[in-house]
C-alpha cells in the first residue's frame, strides 16, 4: 500500500477535526490505498472514550465518515459531503489497545452519488463497527474552485500495515 499525501496540509486555515496534523484537538488521520480500499491506521487515546475504556461511538462515527471522505478524494479525484450515514455497532472498541484499523471502498457509483463501505478493526483484526455512507460528489471543478482541491496522489514508497504498526509504535515510543 501507498499514503495518500494530503492535498491541504500546508493549507493556511485547514484544520479539520478528522485530518488536519496541525488541529490540537483533532484525531489527525492518515490514509494509504491498498488496490481498491483506503486504509487508515489510527492510534487510541484515553481522551476520545465514552464510557470507561470504551471509544465514544460518535469518535468512531468520525472516523468512518473521514476515511469515506478520503476514499472519494483519492479514487474519484474529487470532494464530496456526507448526506447519509448508516452506522452499526456490532462490538465495543477497548482504549486500552494500542490502534484500529480502518478500511473503506466504494460500493456502488450512481451518477454524483456514491455509496461506500466502511469497517472499524479492533487491535485484533475484529470487525467492531461498520458503516455505510451516501456521499454527494462535487463536480472536479467546484472541488478545485471551492475546495482549493487539486488532486490526491500518493507518495511512491509501498509499505505493508505491519510496517506502518512497527513504524507507528518506534515513533510513538520516541515520544515517551
Not at 493556511?12 to 492518515?30: D, L, Q, R, S, T
Not at 472536479?140 to 510496517?163: D, N, Y
Request: aromatic content about 10%; proline content about 3%.
Amino acid at each position: 500500500m501507498k499514503k495518500i499525501i494530503n492535498p491541504w496540509k500546508e493549507k493556511e486555515g485547514y484544520n479539520c477535526f478528522g485530518c488536519a496534523p496541525n488541529n490540537p484537538v483533532g484525531v489527525k488521520m492518515e490514509f494509504y490505498e491498498d488496490g481498491d480500499e483506503i486504509v487508515s491506521l489510527w492510534y487510541l487515546k484515553p481522551e476520545y472514550q465514552g464510557w470507561i475504556d470504551s471509544l465514544h461511538g460518535g469518535i468512531q462515527a468520525v472516523l468512518l465518515d473521514e476515511i469515506c471522505g478520503w476514499t472519494i478524494l483519492r479514487k474519484l479525484q474529487t470532494g464530496g459531503v456526507t448526506s447519509k450515514m448508516e452506522t452499526r455497532y456490532l462490538k465495543p472498541v477497548s482504549t486500552t489497545d494500542d490502534h484500529v484499523v480502518l478500511r473503506a471502498h466504494i460500493q456502488e457509483k450512481r451518477r454524483n452519488i456514491i455509496l461506500l463501505e466502511a469497517g472499524l478493526y479492533n487491535q485484533q483484526g475484529e470487525l467492531c463497527t461498520k458503516a455505510l455512507c451516501t456521499y454527494f460528489t462535487f463536480p472536479q471543478e467546484k472541488a478545485k474552485a471551492e475546495m482549493h482541491f487539486m488532486g490526491c496522489e500518493v507518495e511512491e514508497e509501498e509499505i505493508t500495515l505491519k510496517e506502518l504498526q512497527n513504524e507507528e509504535t518506534v515513533t510513538i515510543d520516541s515520544l515517551k
